[in-house]
């Protein structure tokens, strides 16, 4: 091809100037031979491969095996020994005894103060208050009153007494408290029916007033 090439050129340049030159043919000397004339040489084509159904296969879930855990030993701590109790004697209580009720007495009335007693030679006007201690009276003692014991009252209670000729009680008050209305009550009864040794002056018996003092008190009772 080179060799023609060059040739070529050759030529052309040689005849450049004539008209009448017929350019060489470069396929001159060589013999065409169409290929399609023999055809292609046919190759079988390939059976179609029958497609075979796939089977699914079922894979089993895994099960993992379960480990038991080993069974703890616990140890039970040895029982502790309980004390035996010991039997404490029976002690039987003894029957509380009542003190014995004391019997009601009745108050002692204090005696008044002794009055000296003028003489007759002295004085001719000289005067006995009235009094309650005269043996042939006879007047009960003021009774204790068993509510007054019970709440262990005491007290002395002194009694105005205004007394008559004929030594009765006219009036009575009060003219020294106990502090306990019960001992106040009890008093002004007991003396209420008292009789009275009449007070006198200059030998007649004339109406006075006297103080009676009585006393409670829980020893006399």
Do not use: C
């Amino acid at each position: 091809m080179a060799f023609m090439l060059h040739g070529a050129t050759a030529w052309g340049l040689l005849g450049l100037n004539d008209t009448s030159y017929t350019p060489p043919n470069p396929n001159a000397g060589f013999e065409v031979v169409d290929l399609s004339a023999f055809g292609a040489p046919s190759v079988p084509e390939p059976e179609p491969v029958a497609e075979k159904p796939v089977e699914e296969v079922k894979s089993e879930p895994l099960v993992e095996p379960v480990i038991e855990p080993e069974p703890t030993v616990v140890e039970e701590p040895a029982p502790i020994p309980l004390p035996v109790p010991v039997a404490k004697p029976v002690v039987k209580p003894q029957p509380v005894q009542k003190p014995a009720p004391k019997p009601v007495q009745k108050a002692q009335p204090i005696p008044p103060p002794k009055q000296q007693m003028a003489t007759p030679a002295g004085n001719q006007n000289a005067f006995v208050p009235p009094s309650s201690n005269a043996a042939y009276l006879h007047n009960p003692k003021p009774a204790y009153p068993v509510q007054a014991q019970r709440r262990n009252l005491e007290g002395v209670v002194v009694v105005a007494v205004e007394v008559s000729e004929a030594g009765e009680p006219l009036s009575i008050t009060i003219k020294k408290s106990s502090g306990f209305m019960l001992l106040d009550k009890a008093a002004l009864k007991a003396v209420r029916v008292w009789r009275f040794a009449p007070a006198t002056r200059g030998g007649r018996a004339v109406s006075a007033q006297v103080d009676v003092p009585i006393r409670f008190s829980l020893n006399d009772a």
